[in-house]
């Protein structure tokens, strides 16, 4: 079997659609499943993780072949807005591009059953759940940098840390006032800036930021923000996956998210702590309240503990079969 992974824009596109393709694509090695990076009508099976105009062209010729059209949708209107300058305009018209181009796919991957839920609403094609995964290989070592980089950023024990392109929609409000709200904790968001890239609210946000509130930019090795935090704290609201979340986890730190759907497997107050603000409570006044609950390095320990377990089943070895499972699906029809 010859698969053509193909991922449209990649030498443009970062971040967690940039991570899942990569994870793919050492689990085919894993299962030493040949592929190539390359669009082409010879493979197999063709598999696309950006349905963009060029994506969507081939996928209309494989299906004309009889060729099975695999594609991940990691994109979805719902968690298109909020990101960077001008995705609100564009998130209206997208959701009809995006009906329109799932909908040339045989078969489509969901990171989550949430993004089922929504995807089940664009386009008449079959879905299966398959998770981002998380690798683990990529974090071997990672303790040994903590004190390099708590150094670099002038970071404290218990530090509060967020990974990932700084964008409004993952909570960036409600992590600087936060910031704010607890002058005596180190706040970290390790990920790219893009300033040029942000609409004048985002900027304003991180320029206004508190003194305790450490916008890193682009990190060389990002075991680094992994060693240097205590807390990850992921007030999103709204998110296919996180793979981020999914390696805090496997890294042993224990994870503040907001209680959206998204993370419904997620158990509060066991492996996580879940933040959904009682009437009359105000979004950091809720965070707050779990921020403080683990200053106690004991319960982040056995929090800790608890989410590394959790998160076993989304081991890249653990996932990859379901891809295997995927293709032979696909090309037995």
Same mark, same amino acid.
């Given at each position: 079997m010859l698969v053509s992974h193909y991922f449209?824009?990649?030498?443009?596109?970062?971040?967690?659609?940039?991570?899942?393709?990569?994870?793919?694509?050492?689990?085919?090695?894993?299962?030493?499943?040949?592929?190539?990076?390359?669009?082409?009508?010879?493979?197999d099976v063709m598999h696309f993780n950006l349905m963009g105009p060029r994506s969507v062209w081939y996928a209309k010729r494989a299906r004309s072949k009889g060729i099975p059209v695999v594609a991940n949708t990691h994109v979805t209107a719902e968690d298109f807005g909020d990101s960077f300058r001008f995705t609100n305009a564009l998130a209206r018209p997208l959701k009809p591009y995006l009906r329109w181009a799932y909908g040339h796919a045989d078969a489509l991957v969901c990171p989550s059953t949430y993004n089922q839920g929504l995807i089940d609403t664009y386009a008449d094609v079959p879905t299966t759940v398959v998770s981002n995964g998380v690798d683990t290989e990529k974090l071997a070592g990672f303790e040994s940098l903590e004190a390099e980089y708590r150094e670099r950023y002038e970071l404290s024990e218990p530090t509060v840390f967020l990974v990932g392109h700084v964008i409004k929609r993952k909570g960036l409000e409600t992590f600087v006032e936060l910031a704010r709200a607890r002058p005596e904790i180190d706040f970290a968001w390790f990920g790219p800036l893009d300033l040029s890239l942000k609409g004048r609210e985002t900027t304003a946000l991180i320029e206004n930021a508190p003194e305790n509130c450490t916008f890193t930019g682009f990190v060389?090795?990002?075991?680094?923000?992994?060693?240097?935090?205590?807390?990850?704290?992921?007030?999103?609201?709204?998110?296919?996956?996180?793979?981020?979340?999914?390696? #805090?986890?496997? !890294?042993?730190?224990?994870?503040?998210?907001? *209680?959206?759907?998204?993370?419904?497997?997620?158990?509060?107050?066991e492996d996580s702590l879940k933040v959904s603000p009682d009437p009359g409570e105000s979004d950091v006044e809720a965070f707050a309240a779990a921020i403080d609950e683990l200053t106690d390095a004991s319960r982040r320990e056995m929090l800790g503990e608890a989410g590394a377990a959790r998160v076993e089943p989304f081991s890249? #070895?653990?996932? !990859?079969?379901?891809?295997?499972?995927?293709? *032979?699906e696909v090309t037995a029809e």
């Open positions: 449209e824009l990649a030498e443009h596109v970062t971040g967690g659609i940039s991570e899942s393709v990569a994870h793919q694509r050492k689990m085919l090695d894993r299962l030493d499943v040949a592929y190539t990076t390359r669009p082409t009508l010879d493979a060389d090795d990002i075991r680094g923000a992994f060693a240097a935090g205590d807390v990850f704290c992921f007030p999103t609201h709204e998110e296919n996956e996180g793979i981020a979340l999914l390696e #805090a986890m496997a !890294a042993g730190k224990p994870v503040v998210v907001r *209680d959206i759907e998204t993370f419904s497997w997620l158990a509060d107050g890249l #070895a653990s996932v !990859a079969d379901n891809y295997r499972a995927l293709y *032979d």
